[in-house]
């Protein structure tokens, strides 16, 4: 039996190697970015370049999307143009962005009314895990249609679990957002302390980070944030785009996040001050620069 | 060379199975205990009873303190009826609970000039680091006293570190409560967020604990909240007391520390609802009621 097209939208840092590893996998995969030049390396592996989504839509049997904000998504699904109005019956739409549950669950439906099926299948461990194909994949949708992706999702990560419905994959990534947001902003009070104190923080994590204040985030920003080095890892501004989105989701089921609420506007504050294209630890610099000239 | 006397003071459930410890290890150990009862079990292993501070400061050459609150530290160490009035010359007194950075350098500063030496070393790993002699032990002081006391500590724990001078082993256990207090926000807020969502938590864990959410208290506090289960654990009152020192220290080093403080204010209320000897995990509790009632 000939493989599946596969068709890819949104071929930037985790896009890339993500449908390279199809590509590797010798699947047949197209591929559509905004930015023509992004997709340009995966042209020259084989890739087929895709005119349009329509286009892609059009070409192949599984169409996965990994773009920037829920109004790229939604521009990518909805209207003429869109995936849902140009696929063909029984295609399966896979969204791997990190976008919003309800628009997952907007998604399947508006899908589902033309015999279109979608899975919401966003990831964890950034580009490290997208070029490893160690990525956590969270996924919600019908579990058939699941069973069905799931060769394609063993070839882009390791640690793959539907959730449930649809959705379920998007507020299953909400929780691990929601998690490490106060996280860090303990990670980062502890790391100043520890260095207003007149300790030397490295040596303080190794008093802490094997016990009960051990995180990934401590372990692995720690020692970043300590030698003054910003550079992303998972920038300020998606993690804003993340937060708000887990924000309204909280509100909508009267769920209370004030430690989330805290962070983001903490996280508002420092896209303010320049850090948008920072990582996520430069946190850090908010307390810092906040301690300093709060007298 | 015969082996040192050592005091021991506060037999509680950490102090207890540390004593126990010394003992293991054939060290002549003294004991008090405000509640004398606590500490008949080592009286039958081998103990000996000491009447008051006084008395075990006169017979001993280290005194161990592992008591309550920083008021109950100055009652022990100072005054005419304290460890420091009645202590050798030589004696070495350490400090193991958590208590304040600026009263271990009092303390410090007081026995130096009675020729006493004074460590602070508070301890991370709760009553089961110290029933498996596990603790990570924090140590700030001199060198030189720290070198003669590492024997004892190794009969103690694993993980030590002499963190600096006087005060600094303090400062690295608030280092490691701020790092814990508003990860456990984070973690109480997903596990809610999870539930709320009709996700199932368990599953949720899975997809989450092995990446950048990962921590310590997901892992092994997450399930106990997901079962119900609110036995300490570490007391509600007792963190309370904790973040209570490291808010006031770090505000004496002119540190914002938003995270700890919005998580001490819940912990307050917490308490006020009956869950001070709850363990800290029934933070969940508070978001929970506070969702549920908030419309």
Same mark, same amino acid.
């Given at each position: 039996?000939?493989?599946?097209?596969?068709?890819?939208?949104?071929?930037?840092?985790?896009?890339?190697?993500?449908?390279? =590893?199809?590509?590797?996998?010798?699947?047949?995969?197209?591929?559509?970015? /905004?930015?023509? @030049?992004?997709?340009?390396?995966?042209?020259?592996?084989?890739?087929? #370049?895709?005119?349009?989504?329509?286009?892609?839509?059009?070409?192949?049997?599984?169409?996965?999307?990994?773009?920037?904000?829920? @109004?790229?998504?939604?521009?990518?699904?909805?209207?003429?143009?869109?995936? $849902?109005?140009?696929?063909? &019956?029984?295609?399966?739409?896979?969204?791997?962005?990190?976008?919003?549950?309800?628009?997952?669950?907007?998604?399947?439906?508006?899908?589902?009314?033309?015999?279109?099926?979608?899975?919401?299948?966003?990831?964890? *461990?950034?580009?490290?895990?997208? /070029?490893?194909?160690?990525?956590? $994949?969270?996924? *919600?949708?019908?579990?058939?249609?699941? &069973? #069905?992706?799931?060769?394609?999702? =063993?070839?882009?990560?390791?640690?793959?679990? /539907? &959730?449930?419905?649809?959705?379920?994959?998007? !507020?299953?990534?909400?929780?691990?957002?929601?998690?490490?947001? @106060?996280?860090?902003?303990?990670?980062?009070?502890?790391?100043?302390?520890?260095?207003?104190?007149?300790?030397?923080?490295? =040596?303080?994590? /190794?008093?802490?980070?094997?016990?009960?204040?051990?995180?990934?985030?401590?372990?692995?920003? *720690?020692? #970043?944030?300590?030698?003054?080095?910003?550079?992303?890892?998972?920038?300020?501004? !998606?993690?804003?785009?993340?937060?708000?989105?887990?924000?309204?989701?909280? #509100? @909508?089921?009267?769920?209370?996040?004030? *430690?989330?609420?805290?962070?983001?506007?903490?996280?508002? &504050?420092?896209?303010?001050?320049?850090?948008?294209?920072?990582?996520? !630890?430069?946190?850090?610099?908010?307390?810092?620069?906040?301690?300093?000239? !709060?007298?």
């Amino acid at each position: 039996m000939e493989k599946m097209n596969i068709g890819f939208i949104g071929t930037g840092v985790m896009g890339s190697p993500m449908a390279g =590893h199809l590509l590797a996998a010798r699947y047949p995969v197209w591929v559509y970015n /905004r930015t023509e @030049s992004k997709s340009s390396v995966l042209i020259e592996a084989g890739a087929v #370049r895709g005119l349009s989504p329509a286009a892609i839509a059009a070409a192949c049997d599984i169409v996965i999307t990994m773009v920037g904000f829920p @109004s790229d998504v939604e521009q990518t699904y909805f209207g003429e143009e869109g995936l $849902i109005a140009n696929s063909k &019956q029984g295609t399966i739409l896979i969204d791997m962005t990190t976008s919003s549950p309800a628009l997952a669950l907007q998604i399947y439906e508006t899908a589902k009314a033309s015999n279109i099926s979608a899975l919401d299948a966003p990831v964890s *461990g950034g580009d490290i895990g997208a /070029r490893n194909a160690a990525l956590s $994949i969270m996924v *919600g949708g019908d579990d058939e249609v699941y &069973q #069905r992706a799931l060769p394609i999702f =063993h070839v882009l990560g390791k640690n793959i679990e /539907r &959730q449930g419905g649809p959705g379920a994959g998007q !507020h299953t990534k909400m929780c691990n957002q929601i998690a490490i947001a @106060s996280n860090l902003l303990g990670v980062c009070e502890a790391i100043l302390y520890a260095e207003k104190a007149g300790l030397d923080p490295t =040596h303080v994590l /190794r008093s802490i980070e094997s016990g009960a204040a051990g995180s990934w985030s401590l372990s692995n920003l *720690g020692p #970043r944030i300590i030698a003054g080095n910003y550079a992303p890892g998972f920038f300020v501004k !998606h993690f804003i785009k993340d937060m708000n989105i887990a924000l309204e989701s909280a #509100r @909508s089921m009267n769920l209370l996040t004030p *430690g989330l609420e805290l962070v983001l506007s903490m996280f508002k &504050q420092l896209a303010e001050m320049g850090e948008a294209e920072s990582g996520t !630890h430069a946190l850090y610099k908010w307390l810092k620069i906040k301690s300093d000239t !709060h007298l």
